[in-house]
């Protein structure tokens, strides 16, 4: 009763907060409710970017991952800094330039409106049928696991699993529908420190479990146990296998941070560039020590529970309710229900988003006011959530390895679109004819490779997926190419300066950026055996 009246109390007191905060803002405007009126400073970007990404997928998931193989799958977290370092150094700046809402608003100016539209299409498809059932799954899970909601109900596993889904995707869905997205960056932002602290305790109070009292002798212990989950390169039948990092790894990184639409977001909405820019080099920094969140627990409860659980994905869970006071597991239950909301309510936010101004606004009534844009886009919003739900509990029997299944399904769509964009900008005369070709020769190639290796011919006669990732990105930056050779553009494109935000660079983001790399270096080094 305890942990469910701590639960209640901080997940109220952040929704209390969220709303005096955002009652000034004007959400009628595309900029106010899509943007949060292009208002957001720093600290509250990196906490948003933190919270979007870092949810039950990725805190389940890798730590279920981490159970099995051990540090070696750090390498989402610390090379994510990497890719943010580049997103602030070379696409923020274009980005802010252009006063781009959405990722496909620059590909309308570069190539053309049907190509904006395919990817604006893409990226539903993948929120809809990937992204958000698998956080809706993962973060139920994990809730159920909790608070045993099946035996607290007198209810089967499935029908609690339902009855969590529904319940987070319908508070999800009224922050990101009805509050816009200052909603989500403040709640995000609170539910950031509260994440920080209640993941920092999990390995403090597994350490000291494991060192009878004593953290430091709980981790000698653990690491003299455990030699070999303490490895970052991994063997050739690792999930990452270091070759991977030197192509698929970082393609992957670079798109989720730097054009998936549910992050850069949060730096569209920046106020300048100079607070963007802090915003991105402040959430690389704390990636660097996010293994100690999502990846030690999970080496922690292997070696807890001996390697005895059915399911690793069940490590980091049950973790939690073996180390922690049962009203911090309240609390902690409440932050990691925040950080579930976060990943579920940003992309929603970013669905709205995508549907109002690139599908809504251009192809079913281009005179539509602002305020009729906002208003389909969260009936849209409506539509998207009630379908993901439906979906979430179907893929109950996914397999094992959730967050390493997230990525490779999300290849469909993934790399074809950050070729389009890097290639976009890296070139002025490769035509719109080329990203067709490229997108659709990406899209139908990967899927040709799932299913080559999960229905035909098996995963061990092909290549890892990640480097089926850098091939195809390779092969598409080259058709492009040849395209643009044999028919250019009439004009070169130029980027144009819209001066919606003032795109100052911050004068120390260079040097900083260079620290964050050696440092990302340092980790691999240290734990290299």
């Not at 960056?185 to 609170?190: E, K, P």
């Not at 920080?196 to 999990?202: E, H, N, P, R, S």
């Not at 006071?325 to 229900?337: C, D, E, I, K, S």
Request: hydrophobic share 50%.
């Amino acid at each position: 009763m305890i942990g469910i009246l701590s639960f209640v109390g901080f997940t109220a007191l952040v929704a209390i907060i969220a709303y005096f905060a955002t009652r000034s803002t004007d959400e009628t405007t595309s900029d106010g409710y899509f943007l949060g009126g292009r208002s957001l400073t720093a600290g509250v970007i990196a906490g948003s970017v933190l919270l979007t990404n870092l949810s039950t997928e990725q805190i389940v998931g890798l730590n279920g991952s981490a159970y099995t193989e051990g540090i070696l799958v750090m390498a989402w977290e610390t090379l994510a800094a990497l890719a943010i370092v580049v997103t602030a150094l070379f696409l923020l700046p274009r980005y802010l330039k252009g006063g781009l809402t959405t990722v496909p608003q620059f590909l309308e100016k570069r190539f053309d409106r049907t190509t904006k539209s395919i990817v604006s299409g893409l990226f539903l498809s993948g929120y809809m049928i990937i992204f958000l059932p698998i956080v809706l799954y993962s973060g139920s899970l994990a809730i159920s696991t909790m608070f045993d909601v099946p035996e607290m109900l007198g209810v089967s596993e499935t029908t609690s699993l339902w009855i969590c889904v529904w319940g987070i995707g319908i508070i999800g869905s009224i922050y990101a529908i009805f509050g816009g997205l200052k909603a989500v960056a403040v709640s995000d932002t609170i539910n950031a420190i509260g994440l920080l602290i209640g993941g920092l305790m999990i390995p403090v109070f597994g350490l000291m479990a494991i060192g009878d009292g004593d953290m430091l002798t709980g981790l000698t212990t653990l690491v003299d146990s455990n030699p070999e989950k303490f490895d970052s390169i991994g063997g050739p039948d690792a999930s990452v296998p270091f070759s991977t990092i030197f192509t698929g790894m970082m393609l992957v990184q670079l798109f989720y941070w730097g054009t998936n639409q549910a992050i850069i977001q949060r730096a569209l909405a920046a106020k300048n560039l100079k607070e963007g820019q802090k915003g991105l080099m402040l959430a690389a920094f704390i990636k660097i020590l996010g293994p100690i969140i999502v990846v030690l627990p999970g080496i922690i409860a292997w070696h807890m529970f001996q390697g005895d659980l059915d399911n690793a994905d069940q490590a980091y869970p049950a973790l939690v309710n073996e180390v922690l006071p049962p009203v911090l597991v309240g609390f902690f239950a409440a932050v990691l229900f925040g950080a579930i909301l976060s990943s579920f309510n940003s992309a929603l936010n970013s669905s709205v988003t995508l549907f109002g101004i690139d599908i809504y606004k251009h192809h079913f009534n281009p005179e539509a006011s602002e305020r009729e844009v906002v208003k389909k886009g969260k009936t849209f919003g409506i539509f998207i959530a009630i379908a993901s739900m439906f979906i979430a509990p179907l893929i109950a029997n996914a397999p094992q390895g959730l967050f390493g299944y997230l990525q490779e399904v999300n290849g469909c769509y993934s790399i074809p679109i950050l070729t389009i964009v890097v290639v976009g900008y890296l070139s002025k005369k490769i035509p719109a004819i080329a990203a067709k070709v490229a997108l659709f020769s990406g899209v139908g190639l990967y899927l040709v490779y799932l299913g080559l290796k999960y229905f035909i011919v098996g995963e061990d006669a092909l290549p890892h997926y990640l480097h089926v990732m850098a091939i195809l990105f390779v092969m598409n930056i080259a058709i492009m190419w040849i395209i643009g050779r044999v028919k250019p553009r009439s004009t070169d494109f130029v980027l144009e300066h819209t001066k919606q935000v003032d795109i100052k660079p911050w004068k120390f983001v260079l040097p900083v950026g260079l620290v964050i790399c050696a440092l990302v270096i340092f980790v691999y080094v240290y734990f290299a055996q």
